[in-house]
């Protein structure tokens, strides 16, 4: 890991172990994303693009078309991208920073923007869309709550929804870094997503970390 990096998860760890221990553990989220002063060198995650596994898996189902939710949409790129491929897009986050952050960087954009907790999603939400996107949010979140912010998910697809999910996968491989992010195990996620028809089930890892084992994921409704 270079030295920056170093440096920007050793303010984020501190951040973390902080909220955790006044029991607000996604308290750190807005904190980080407050601090890096619209600097996305300061966010270890901030790809500036959007994920190259997202874009693989949507270009081989063009069946999957109409209202796609972001969940925990960082600073947009997802987002943006399925807008532009002709998706009606909502995306959230929890950090009105990250929110506010999104809006500036974007300003003519069509989607639709908003804080939010997936924890509490606003009613309307239930039922409501084709395609749901969860990049690197449920593994960011503590055990805890891991669950319950996992069941959320399907309800919010309709009767034709599918669900993406890309994370870090729990493996033999050791990643050498502390949590959070926590690696999730197939086990895990296929037991959170059981009322869901499984689509998809692939292992990568990026050329970059060869020691993180990582998912790319889908479920149906
Ligand atoms: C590791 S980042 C990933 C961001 C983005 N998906 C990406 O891949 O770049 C996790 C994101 O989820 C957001 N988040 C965490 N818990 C959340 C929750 N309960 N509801 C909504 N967003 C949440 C954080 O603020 C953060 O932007």
Redesign the pocket.
């Known amino acids: 890991m270079d030295e920056r990096l170093a440096e920007v998860r050793a303010r984020l760890l501190k951040l973390s172990e902080a909220a955790e221990a006044d029991g607000e553990p996604?308290r750190w989220?807005?904190e980080?994303?407050a601090g890096a002063a619209r600097n996305s060198e300061e966010?270890?995650?901030?790809?500036m693009e959007p994920?190259p596994k997202m874009v693989e898996w949507i270009a081989n189902q063009p069946d999957i078309q109409g209202r796609a939710l972001?969940?925990?949409?960082?600073?947009g790129?997802?987002a943006e991208w399925l807008a532009a491929a002709g998706f009606e897009v909502t995306a959230?986050?929890?950090?009105q920073s990250?929110i506010d952050w999104c809006c500036e960087r974007f300003p003519s954009s069509s989607v639709n923007y908003c804080v939010?907790?997936?924890?509490s999603p606003p009613a309307d939400w239930l039922e409501s869309f084709d395609l749901i996107?969860?990049?690197?949010?449920l593994?960011?979140?503590p055990e805890q709550?891991r669950d319950q912010?996992a069941n959320i998910l399907p309800t919010l697809l309709n009767s034709n929804g599918q669900l993406l999910c890309?994370g870090r996968l729990l493996s033999t491989l050791i990643p050498d870094e502390p949590a959070?992010?926590w690696p999730l195990s197939q086990v895990w996620l296929e037991g959170r997503f059981e009322k869901l028809n499984p689509v998809h089930f692939n292992r990568f890892v990026n050329e970059d970390t060869p020691t993180i084992d990582r998912y790319v994921a889908a479920w149906s409704r």
């Open positions: 996604l989220f807005e980080l994303y966010i270890p995650w901030a790809r994920h972001v969940v925990g949409c960082g600073l790129d997802d959230f986050d929890l950090s990250s939010a907790d997936l924890l996107v969860e990049i690197h949010i593994q960011a979140i709550i912010a890309i959070p992010p």
